[in-house]
């Protein structure tokens, strides 16, 4: 019975996994075809019917390219640093409370802080590898700013952990029954979702990949497979962070349609963002994680806390 177990959670996770690559694949349709029509143009609309098939169509050049690698680089860590960093941006996707039971269980919210810090790890040894100054002074940029908006990611969660008192994501949905957290605590929301934006190198925050002034960045020296891979990464981060946002703040319920109606709302939020908002400047964007989003996220986690000890004192 334990294999048939085993063998019904491998091929379940594959499924969500082919399923996020899919949706991977059409998030990137949506998005250009969003800031297509902010910027009064069609988008890709000549591959297939309204330009439908266009991310597989990129997909296929993207893998047939020529791949090459920098003169004098470590060639093993310059392919491993993708390979892994779009392997961690999967595996997140384990911890979430799917009813179906898989990898679902009660460290989940640990897991999820775990795994992101690892993709720290990746974008460094993709910079550093590369042997390309501008590809190192990319990553050192990226590095420093998702160590920062860490900070304050953690904070707000450990704030909801103080709330509920789970590591579950399943209590998420169970404490929000009558009353969702993004009501009860507006200002936490929007750190949580500023900060998503940071984690994932999105615009007004993108200097990982700023073109003008970084040439792209700490993905500067990869073509075809590899640049393709860690494309794969980022936007299944960013599909993940949505979600998260959905399960923290706006119910949550797996179960319910409206769920999955406001994940799409929320991904197309990381879009509109990109379309509006020119780009931080470098030190504003630290000001930003240490001098704002810290100390609001401490207070609330202080709040969260005394509030808690409080009702426990009051019940005794």
């Known amino acids: 019975m334990m294999y048939v ?59 047939t390219k ?4 920098p003169f004098m680089s470590n060639y093993f860590l310059y392919y491993l640093a993708p390979v892994f960093n779009l392997f961690l941006s999967l595996v997140l996707w384990m911890c ?3 009813f179906s039971g898989l990898f679902s269980f009660g460290l989940g919210v640990l897991f999820f802080l775990c795994c992101s810090s690892l993709s720290v790890y990746t974008v460094m040894l993709a910079g550093w590898s590369s042997n390309s100054s501008y590809a190192m002074l990319g990553s050192l940029r990226s590095v420093a700013q998702t160590i920062s908006y860490e900070v304050s990611l953690a904070l707000v969660l450990m704030s909801f952990l103080f709330l509920i008192g789970s590591l579950s994501f399943m209590d998420f949905m169970i404490y929000q029954n009558s009353l969702w957290f993004f009501f009860l605590c507006l200002p936490l929301c929007m750190v949580w979702f500023i900060s998503s934006l940071a984690e994932t190198n999105r615009t007004p925050f993108d200097f990982a990949e700023g073109e003008s002034e970084l040439v792209s960045g700490f993905n500067v020296e990869y073509s075809s497979g590899g640049f393709a891979l860690i494309f794969l990464a980022e936007y299944s981060s960013i599909l993940f962070m949505s979600l998260m946002c959905c ?4 119910g949550g319920n797996v179960n319910s349609i409206l769920f999955f109606f406001m994940l799409g709302m929320m991904s197309f939020l990381w879009v509109w963002v990109r379309g509006t908002l020119p780009r931080f400047r470098y030190d504003k964007l630290m000001y930003l994680a240490w001098k704002s989003f810290l100390p609001v996220s401490l207070n609330y986690m202080f709040f969260f806390s005394g509030m808690k000890v409080y009702l426990y004192s009051s019940m005794i």
């Open 5 to 63: 177990d085993i063998f019904l959670m491998l091929i379940s996770s594959l499924l969500v996994v082919i399923c996020v690559l899919v949706g991977v694949a059409f998030l990137t349709l949506m998005e250009r075809k969003i800031l297509g029509y902010i910027q009064i143009r069609k988008g890709p609309n000549k591959v297939g019917i309204f330009g439908f098939p266009q991310p597989f169509s990129d997909a296929i050049k993207l893998f």
């Open 96 to 98: 979430l409370p799917f």
């Open 247 to 250: 399960v923290l703040f706006l």
């Open 66 to 69: 020529e791949q090459t690698y």
